[in-house]
């Protein structure tokens, strides 16, 4: 009897930490500012160290942290995941969800945006969309592209610098949108619904495809004159085929 009783509480222990998202490991529930700090580091690790730096450019924005809400479409069914055992935060950043365990784990991220369950990404103060990056023309042998259009459209407006296979774009209207396209104008990347600064790596000039990663406002002035010595020093966003 005592053994079922004792195996009763235990049980009861569990799920009571599986429903309040309590860490066994950190003997706690992570504070919301906590997995919020955790979120921005991981999404935005060269750009803001934690919420205050976040609120120097987003004053009016304030990150969300959900425990029983899916902003991403992947959770499942959320009461039976928690159930057994399965206890993960989502925090809403402006342009993303971070999924971080109890223990404060980062699991996963997901863009906000067009088409996604976190839309639409939420703009700062003083919208700004800077892209710094190169074209390739894919495989086999993803040599360098030099002809191609790089053009704000969808009543934004800014500038654009292309050198060799290297191409920079600032604009700082409301909803900027920026099509990168082969010289027969068919679309290769549409990058909307986006705020900051970002490198990205356009290795097949034919496909829609690309990488991105958010960069700090420095890193993208020094790199936005296309120098080739500040490109050899680009962290890897494209994989072992990316020419910088």
Same mark, same amino acid.
């Given at each position: 009897m005592k053994v079922r009783y004792l195996l009763l509480v235990v049980f009861i222990c569990f799920e009571a930490a599986n429903m309040t998202g309590f860490s066994w490991t950190r003997l706690r529930r992570l504070s919301d500012d906590e997995l919020i700090d955790v979120a921005i580091r991981y999404k935005?690790?060269?750009?803001?160290?934690?919420?205050?730096?976040?609120?120097?450019?987003?004053?009016?924005? &304030?990150?969300?942290?959900?425990?029983?809400?899916?902003?991403?479409?992947?959770?499942?069914?959320?009461?039976?995941?928690k159930f057994?055992?399965? &206890?993960?935060?989502?925090?809403?950043?402006?342009?993303?969800?971070?999924?971080?365990?109890?223990?404060?784990?980062?699991?996963?991220?997901?863009?906000?945006?067009?088409?996604?369950?976190?839309?639409?990404?939420?703009?700062?103060?003083?919208?700004?969309?800077?892209?710094?990056?190169?074209?390739?023309g894919g495989p086999p042998d993803y040599e360098v592209v030099t002809e191609f259009l790089v053009r704000w459209s969808e009543g934004s407006e800014g500038s654009v610098l292309i050198s060799g296979h290297c191409f920079a774009a600032l604009s700082h209207s409301q909803k900027p949108t920026l099509r990168i396209s082969s010289v027969r104008n068919e679309?290769?990347?549409?990058?909307?619904?986006?705020?900051?600064?970002?490198?990205?790596?356009?290795?097949?000039?034919?496909?829609?495809?690309?990488?991105?990663? &958010?960069?700090?406002?420095?890193?993208?002035?020094?790199s936005q004159t296309c120098d080739k010595a500040v490109r050899a020093e680009w962290p890897n966003v494209g994989g072992a085929s990316w020419k910088r």
């Open positions: 935005y690790p060269d750009v803001y160290s934690g919420i205050g730096a976040l609120g120097v450019d987003y004053p009016s924005f &304030k990150p969300e942290v959900h425990y029983w809400e899916d902003l991403t479409g992947e959770a499942g069914n959320l009461f039976w995941s057994l055992g399965v &206890k993960r935060f989502q925090v809403r950043l402006p342009d993303a969800v971070v999924v971080i365990s109890s223990n404060g784990f980062v699991r996963l991220s997901r863009r906000c945006g067009e088409n996604s369950w976190c839309s639409p990404a939420v703009a700062p103060d003083r919208p700004v969309l800077g892209i710094v990056g190169t074209v390739q679309d290769v990347v549409t990058i909307r619904d986006q705020y900051g600064y970002y490198l990205v790596s356009i290795k097949d000039v034919r496909r829609a495809g690309y990488g991105m990663l &958010k960069i700090s406002e420095e890193e993208f002035r020094r």
